[in-house]
């Protein structure tokens, strides 16, 4: 059989592929950040018009759906993820009517859209939130979020020890003295899970979306709206980087969030096809993850392990086997795996990879880029080869807008101009998550390299024209051709199961494994050529020549096809 025979894989075409209702198995799902993607009215910001006036790149591209992060109407004082109203669409970025265009636009091309939903926490400026401020301590106005009196003879100490994930305490004190949880920023007042006037809103929220047309939902911090606030409040130090992993953290992965889910999951089988859902946690990966894509929860859930993982041989093979392995404890039946390298969150994935294993990426950004300098050609190439080495894993992919540019992190953004919550909260010490937010560009040139008419909200620096689209649709050998010859390569051959054979090689460093139906991914952790195993290579990750007697050279992948 070939590799272009229809009988190998006979819904290879994205229409086929979309109408099944369980599409999101096997999808490579694109995260577009709307205020960095494209800018259609001139005022620096992206907007839905200009995501609507791109999607036949991402046509083009060949993924299967898009994911938004949010658009809500906002103060921005995380990047949209404060919301003011969960059922609208902020100014800036456009109107409800955009948003249906975008919608109606991307499933004429059967593309699925995806929206973020943040049920952790709202904005301070949320009018639930100022009701509160309003509102005397105990009255049901403050009982949807989390306030309590202060510890100390005044009041004056934080009623327990809980911390911020952006530095500091997690409480903040307001003008009559009680205090109020924020496990973001300030500007994020957590929401109180216990009350039933939330989780009902959450619902009518799904189903408000879901009304639109959206064909799924990722969950914000999935893991932290149940939380124990029986008096004493317990101690909880360290966030959720350790935890007892059986569900007793009074913050984090509590039992009780199962039953939330069930009920979400309800909503979403009000729909036909069923509604998908994608939880975001970032406990440490465990067989408790997978717990959140039971079929009668969320479905599905980020596995992060692979985008913690620094390149090394041994630390990827660890990853996928555990990954595959937790997932089979609870998911067979449910979401299937899911992978990710970046996301707007963590360093990009071409800058990343070429730290030494010791430097943690986050402290990398707060040096701006210095600690240690890096060489990007490496992390290129490394990044090259571990992305087909993802897109050959059985299950879904996850990809962050730009890195089909091969975008590296934009390290050196000056500290003033740095927007991220997290630099503000640490005075500076933890730069943050801008790095990898910087608008995209489209052009070689052009006040925002073709982003938008002026400059954008985010510096650019100026070589980030060299990673332009347009550039990029002309070079053979650029990052954009890869990722597309790799994402319709991807469409012909993945399969549904969720295991894979590894192959034994006699070189130290190679990374080799089987697909069920012959596909396979060989990658070069070592620092010398490696000859090719028979089979005929199909993709090679820096675009030697495909010929059987070219070596694969270090740091760098090949796909083989061996029925
Ligand atoms: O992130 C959740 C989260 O805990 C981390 O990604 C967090 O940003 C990191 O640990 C900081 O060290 C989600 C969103 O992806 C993120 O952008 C939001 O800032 C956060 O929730 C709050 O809504």
Redesign the pocket.
Known sequence: MSLTDPDLHPQVDRQSRSARADWWRDAVVYQVYPRSFADSDGDGIGDLQGLRSRLPYLDALGIDAIWL?PFYPSPLA??G?DISDHRDVDPRLGTLSDFDQLVSDAHALHLKVIVDI?P??TSVVHPWFREALDSAPGSPARDRYIFRNGRGPHGELPPSDWKS??GGSAWQRVEDGQWYLHL?DTA?PDLNWQNPGIRQYFLDTLRFWADRGVDGFRV??AHSLAKDLSEPLRSQPTL?RQLPMDGSDPLYDRNELHDIYRSWRAVFDEYEPPRMAVA?L?TPTSSRTYLYARPDELGQVFDFSLLNAPWDRNRFVEVINTSIADHASHAQDGGGLTWVLS???VPRHASRLALPSAVAP?DWVSSHGLQPLIDEDLGRRRAHAATLMMLALPGSAYLFQGEELGLPEVADIPIDAVQDP?AHRTGGAVKG?DGCRVPLPWQSDGASFGFGEQQSWLPQPPWLGRYAVQAQLVDGRSSLQLYRAALSLRHALQTRETHLVWLSQDVDGALHFRRTNGWECLVNFSNKPIPLPPGQPILRSDCTPLGPGTPLNPDTAVWLWRP
């Open positions: 992060t995380d990047g993820y943040v952790n926490h994930h952006f973001f994020q914000d911090v959720d975001e970032w996301t707007h969150d986050i997290i998550r």
